[in-house]
């Protein structure tokens, strides 16, 4: 079965850098979702989308942006990068099917700020 | 604002017996979904079980099941005959109903360890 698809797999940047993250989602889902697992923490919400519109929004930075585009994938840029940045960025989908409920995970992208 | 709480953050279990991992949560919203993730050492997050706040009967998929008691706000994972593989972390997770496309919320997690 088709799974999320998530790029670049590994990104290493310096401080103060811009790196943009890109997230396919299952096909026929038309929701997507991103989160930030740090070191040794569980995933922290980030913010959502579904039909392009921005839908929920946990604790993502000002520095950090997302959009939702017509074919449903999805990219979340990160200017300004922090040493903190560095951590396990996750995209997820769901399908609007059955409600959204149930979220499935991509493999994550690994950041590296120096 | 909704919270869970996993208060185990390691357990050990020998190879083919049962462990039960524990899960409470707090929220004010009568729709609600939980689920459990597994986190393997590669640190995809891979659905384990879910949940649904309305339905009374405990889910169940193969090894692994659920005992949802909503009164009490708990939702343990009990796995059985335990394998090498199930060695992981696992995260209790909660989701706010209502159709929408709402982030999830996750407890700080359980380290299963697996003995051979």
């Known amino acids: 079965a088709a799974g999320v698809i998530q790029s670049p797999r590994h990104l290493i940047k310096e401080k103060r850098e811009t790196a943009t993250l890109k997230c396919y989602p299952i096909?026929?889902?038309?929701?997507v979702y991103w989160y930030q697992q740090g070191p040794g923490q569980d995933p922290q919400f980030l913010i959502s989308?579904?039909?392009?519109?921005?839908?929920d929004k946990g604790s993502i930075p000002d520095r950090f942006s997302a959009q939702q585009f017509s074919d449903y994938h999805s990219e979340l840029n990160m200017s300004s990068l922090e040493l903190g940045d560095s951590a396990l960025y996750f995209c997820?989908?769901?399908?609007?099917?059955?409600?959204?409920?149930?979220?499935?995970f991509g493999p994550g992208t690994r950041l590296l700020v120096l | 604002a909704q919270t869970v709480t996993q208060s185990q953050p390691e357990m050990s279990v020998q190879e083919a017996e049962t462990v039960t991992l524990s899960c409470t949560y707090d929220?004010?919203?009568?729709?609600?979904?939980l689920f459990w993730y597994k986190q393997p050492p590669s640190r995809q997050m891979i659905l384990v079980i879910r949940?649904?706040?309305?339905?009374?009967q405990n889910a169940t998929e193969n090894r692994f099941s659920v005992n949802f008691q909503k009164a009490a706000k708990s939702f343990s994972l009990k796995i059985s005959d335990s394998q090498l593989g199930d060695a992981a972390m696992y995260f209790c997770?909660?989701?706010f109903g209502g159709g929408g496309a709402d982030g999830l919320t996750f407890g700080k997690g359980t380290h299963l360890i697996i003995q051979p």
């Open positions: 997770a909660y989701k």
């Open positions: 929220t004010s919203e009568s729709d609600y979904y």
């Open positions: 997820a989908s769901s399908p609007l099917a059955g409600g959204r409920e149930t979220q499935y």
């Open positions: 096909p026929r889902h038309d929701t």
């Open positions: 949940q649904e706040a309305y339905k009374q």
């Open positions: 989308f579904y039909e392009k519109m921005q839908s």
